[in-house]
């Protein structure tokens, strides 16, 4: 069957510094991946959609990129700031969505 | 107004009760989801419903039940709370907007404690 990975381990970061994190799946191809934001106590929140044929995509200072070779995504948080804190959740469409276990970043002022 | 609320956002009850978390979503979207989650845990999928006629297992389900009133109301029941499903609740609703992609749109939780 399917299965999403995302780093269980927390990302610690200090402010100003680029964020990265790591999504990969295993056993089909998606037509497409997402990212989600979560805060503490707090539904997810979409952030960002990267197609198969896209490669890379940006929103102001985020930008995924989707290798379908790798089976991996990388979601890059540049300039990062504390209030970039919260846990990150890949999700990929298999009938319905996917969500990974999301990994926790925080970033330290 | 929120697009996905719940109620109620904060619940007690005591092991034994039956007790239901409510879900409402103004987005029009026909698909919605009960999810739990635990602390540190990822989301875990409980019942999930494509249409009013369509009502599906996710892979928790054992304890709850659902309903869909309406295409806009799904309820979460538990028939005989017990303390491990202490844990924050959310109903999401789903679309595929213009691009045919679908996008989740999550409502703010219910945190319920069994004691």
């Known amino acids: 069957s399917q299965k999403i990975e995302q780093n269980s381990e927390a990302l610690n970061i200090q402010e100003g510094k680029t964020a990265t994190l790591t999504c990969n799946y295993t056993?089909?191809?998606?037509?497409?991946l997402q990212w989600y934001r979560q805060d503490p106590g707090r539904g997810p929140v979409f952030l960002l959609l990267?197609?198969?044929?896209?490669k890379e995509k940006r929103k102001e200072r985020l930008k995924v990129t989707f290798d379908t070779t790798l089976k991996q995504s990388l979601f890059h948080i540049t300039a990062s700031q504390p209030a970039d804190s919260a846990t990150y959740l890949c999700a990929l469409p298999r009938g319905k969505l996917i969500f990974g276990q999301g990994t926790e970043l925080s970033v330290k002022p | 107004d929120a697009d996905v609320t719940q109620t109620p956002r904060n619940r007690i009850t005591k092991t034994g009760k039956r007790i239901m978390l409510e879900c409402s979503q103004t987005k029009g979207h026909d698909r919605m989801y009960w999810y739990r989650q635990d602390p540190g845990l990822g989301l875990r999928l409980i019942y999930y419903?494509?249409?009013?006629?369509?009502?599906n297992k996710g892979e928790i389900s054992d304890g709850y039940s659902v309903s869909r009133q309406a295409q806009a109301k799904f309820s979460l029941s538990l028939e005989s709370a017990i303390p491990n499903q202490t844990a924050l609740y959310f109903c999401?609703?789903?679309?595929?907007?213009?691009?045919?992609?679908?996008?989740?749109?999550f409502g703010p939780g219910t945190r319920l404690l069994v004691l």
């Open positions: 056993n089909y191809s998606p037509a497409y």
């Open positions: 999401a609703t789903s679309g595929f907007g213009t691009s045919g992609r679908e996008t989740q749109y």
């Open positions: 990267i197609r198969e044929n896209e």
């Open positions: 419903s494509f249409d009013v006629k369509d009502i």
